[in-house]
């Protein structure tokens, strides 16, 4: 659940606090916790050290920094756009891979993007990832293989 946090308040100044996002967890949980009448030490939890007022207003901070960071996602969007639409190739396969992101959820929507180096799928890949992340779409990117493979890269 702190991970839930953590990636909602991704582009906020508060993106590494741990602390934060601990108390917005427990902060949850116990709110589901005290609708059956039991609260966080009942389980053994440690207790929240913010108030709820504190939460509420590190959570609306993080939002407003999150909404001028998609101001500025808006426009390195719109630059990598207009650079994939120059490419007919990348367009067709961006154009692909997004109907079928906008279509039917039960199918998982995998997909698997190969080509020879130096052919722009590392560009397109960031371009899907942005326009995804721009429209609220949850995304998961993996490879199987060499250097985007590695965990810490």
């Known amino acids: ?11 906020s100044n508060c993106r ?15 709110s589901i916790l005290l609708q ?8 053994g939890l440690p207790s929240l050290t913010m108030t709820e007022d504190d939460l509420r207003l590190l959570t609306l901070v993080s939002e407003m ?3 001028i960071a998609l101001v500025d996602k808006d426009e390195e969007l719109a630059v990598i756009t207009d650079k994939v639409k120059a490419n007919p190739e990348q367009l067709a396969a961006f154009n692909t891979i997004m109907s079928a ?4 959820r039960d ?5 698997y993007l190969k080509g020879r180096g ?5 560009f397109l890949l960031n371009t899907i990832i942005l326009t995804c992340e721009m429209e609220g779409i949850l995304i998961q ?12 890269y």
Do not use: W
């Open 1 to 11: 659940m702190i991970d839930d946090f953590k990636y909602r308040h991704r582009y």
């Open 118 to 122: 130096g052919c722009g799928k590392t």
């Open 16 to 30: 590494n606090d741990f602390e934060l996002f601990t108390q917005l967890a427990l902060n949850r949980i116990e």
């Open 141 to 152: 990117v993996s490879a199987f293989t060499g250097v985007a493979a590695r965990p810490d």
């Open 101 to 104: 992101v906008h279509g039917s």
């Open 65 to 67: 920094e999150e909404e």
């Open 36 to 43: 059956h009448n039991v609260c966080l030490t009942h389980f």
């Open 107 to 111: 199918r998982g929507n995998v997909f």
